[in-house]
């Protein structure tokens, strides 16, 4: 900015100079100045939440940077990223439902297409050892690939939208900016949408005050009920402040005939993974329904009803699920499921959800 | 790369030095170690070329048209034979290594495209290599997004060598037909071998010696001419039966064994 005002008061003094000169040497002022776009390396803060684990991202790899950031954000939302043009990251991971596709039981993608599983959060994302229902991604580098490619997603080639950004007004500038030999690229492209990513951190719900001793926020009586029940019945999956062990588990889903969805199976190729599904973070969980891989249950209330007496026997079932008496699932009193409800409210990060940060408009 | 460009310049000064002391002591030692040497005029060093010469034992690989016969007694054809070459380096016998840039080392292998048999490398410092190194596959353990390993991805993609559905690179595409022994009808195969995600890693470093190479170093040699020996795919450390598992993708089990069978399939061309 402060050398393009300096240009034009460059131009200017010519212009008034040659003025004088008499109207020969007239030199018009371009239509547009061209600025020289260099490099901006200006780092972004990036703190982890005092109650939280390692991180699982090498940050050294790709520290975020300001430009960085700005032009994962820009891809993120990005419809250029898809076959059609309309199609973002952002279409099916909406900031105020929690980076979800809100109601939507199962992703919607190009020309109205549907995937078969339901669009999980990207929250927490730098201290996760691996992506998506199944784990098909370990990285978070790599991950974008599978959404941009499938056909049932955004349908997209790498070239192909490499080709439009380099086309694009704005592009060249942002990656020269985000990244130092500028080039856009597939490693650029998708190390700004980690960037973007990375910065994802949703710690700032009650629970979180709590559990930090912040401006004395406390849990009420049923909440804290709800944690302890948690705590004795949840957390053996759903362990640790990102409230999963990053496992993969068969949690007694019926088959749905229509995806015959084996999960963890199709990466690992082991039978006994079948019907294995990573167990999901529970952070936001109140904003982020439908729930399940599939988005079969709307409500909390009917996955509570589903671990109580809903669940199925399979070869593959988590034997945390089967009760030494043979009977299956977690057995939960009306009361009890109503604080585990108070409890998992308290989860709910609203700063996340509105952050200015994060939002595309 | 102006750095870089004077470290050239330099080892080309010493490269042809020893050069010249090279040539004379072959003379007295008959060391048939390859030599790469440098076009007079270049500013940077040598061009060396790698062929591949796709074959199946004594045979060249048609594809389509030609069957084989593997170890288990069954008859296939291919369709379709793809591999992904990466990191190649090259060792001399004073211990120095040449490691060629990573991240221009990516190239997929493809019977069907003939331009793909040839890679063309340039830069390469003057110098007597005795073995010639290269990866099958795609490194992500040393190099998880660095190095050209994402930048690989649109050629990958291209070449139908990304998985689908996961994020990850197929190493080997092998597709075709098989029949066994008195049946009326054949049956499609496909090989698929990659890593992914952390469940599987079938990266193989592949090392082939140079020194048995019989080229004459009165005029130096500067292209290594490689066959790839589709029949190894299937008999070489792991004997594979088609009929047994015609289809083997993401497979903890076979995928390893056909890795291992890749890693010898490779040969200097004598």
């Known amino acids: 900015m402060r050398i393009s005002v300096t240009l034009i008061a460059f131009f200017l003094l010519l212009l008034s100079c040659s003025k004088e000169g008499g109207e020969e040497s007239y030199i018009p002022i371009p239509e547009t100045i061209p600025v020289k776009v260099t490099y901006d390396p200006t780092p972004l803060a990036f703190d982890i939440p005092s109650n939280f684990p390692e991180l699982t991202y090498d940050i050294n790899s790709n520290p975020p940077t300001e430009a960085g950031f700005a032009l994962g954000k820009r891809l993120f939302y990005e419809g250029k990223l898809s076959s059609t043009g309309v199609i973002s990251c952002g279409e099916c991971h909406r900031q105020e439902f929690a980076f979800t596709h809100h109601t939507h039981i199962v992703s919607h993608g190009v020309d109205g297409a549907l995937g078969t599983r339901n669009s999980p959060p990207t929250q927490n994302l730098a201290f996760m050892k691996e992506f998506n229902w199944d784990g098909a991604a370990a990285l978070l580098d790599m991950q974008p690939i599978i959404p941009i490619t499938a056909p049932v997603e955004m349908n997209e080639t790498f070239a192909s939208i490499l080709k439009k950004l380099k086309n694009d007004p704005v592009y060249p500038d942002l990656f020269a900016k985000a990244f130092k030999n500028g080039a856009i690229d597939t490693e650029n492209m998708l190390k700004a949408l980690s960037q973007f990513m990375l910065l994802m951190i949703s710690a700032d719900s009650k629970y979180d005050k709590y559990i930090r001793n912040e401006g004395g926020v406390t849990l009420n009586e049923q909440e804290k009920a709800g944690h302890a029940l948690f705590n004795a019945k949840c957390a053996t999956c759903h362990s640790g402040e990102l409230f999963t062990n990053q496992t993969y588990k068969n949690n007694g889903l019926p088959i749905d005939p229509e995806y015959n969805d084996m999960g963890r199976a199709a990466v690992s190729g082991k039978t006994e993974d079948n019907q294995k599904f990573k167990v999901p973070s529970l952070r936001n969980i109140e904003l982020t329904l439908p729930y399940m891989h599939d988005g079969r249950f709307g409500t909390l209330e009917e996955v509570l009803d589903h671990y109580s007496s809903g669940v199925v026997d399979s070869p593959s079932l988590d034997p945390l699920l089967k009760q030494e008496d043979g009977t299956l699932g977690i057995p939960l009193t009306a009361s009890e499921k109503t604080e585990l409800l108070a409890f998992l409210k308290t989860l709910t990060d609203n700063d996340f959800a509105l952050d200015k940060r994060f939002s595309e408009f | ?270």
């Open chain 2, 1 to 270: 790369m102006h750095l870089i460009k004077r470290k050239y310049k330099n080892l080309l000064v010493i490269g042809l030095l020893a050069l010249t002391t090279a040539t004379c002591k072959k003379n007295d030692d008959g060391d048939d170690s390859l030599q790469v040497i440098t076009n007079e005029g270049m500013a940077i060093d040598g061009a060396l070329t790698l062929t591949f010469d796709n074959v199946v034992g004594d045979k060249d690989l048609v594809l389509t048209d030609q069957t084989y016969m593997n170890k288990t007694g069954e008859e296939y054809g291919i369709n379709e034979f793809k591999y992904i070459i990466s990191s190649i380096a090259l060792s001399q016998s004073d211990g120095t290594v040449f490691t060629y840039p990573v991240a221009d080392s990516y190239f997929v292998i493809d019977e069907k495209e003939n331009t793909s048999l040839q890679l063309n490398l340039t830069g390469i410092p003057a110098g007597r290599y005795e073995s010639l190194q290269f990866g099958f596959g795609v490194d992500q353990s040393n190099y998880p997004i660095e190095q050209g390993t994402l930048n690989f991805v649109p050629t990958a993609e291209e070449k139908g060598m990304l998985w689908a559905w996961a994020a990850g690179y197929k190493f080997l595409k092998m597709e075709g037909d098989f029949k066994t022994s008195g049946a009326e009808t054949s049956e499609p195969f496909t090989y698929h071998v990659g890593s992914l995600s952390d469940t599987l890693d079938n990266f193989k470093l592949i090392s082939l010696s140079l020194s048995s190479e019989t080229t004459s170093n009165e005029t130096a040699t500067n292209t290594i001419n490689i066959t790839t020996d589709v029949a190894q795919i299937f008999d070489a450390v792991n004997t594979m039966s088609l009929k047994v598992k015609p289809d083997v993708q993401i497979d903890p089990e076979n995928s390893p064994k056909i890795a291992e069978n890749v890693s010898q399939m490779f040969k200097i061309k004598k």
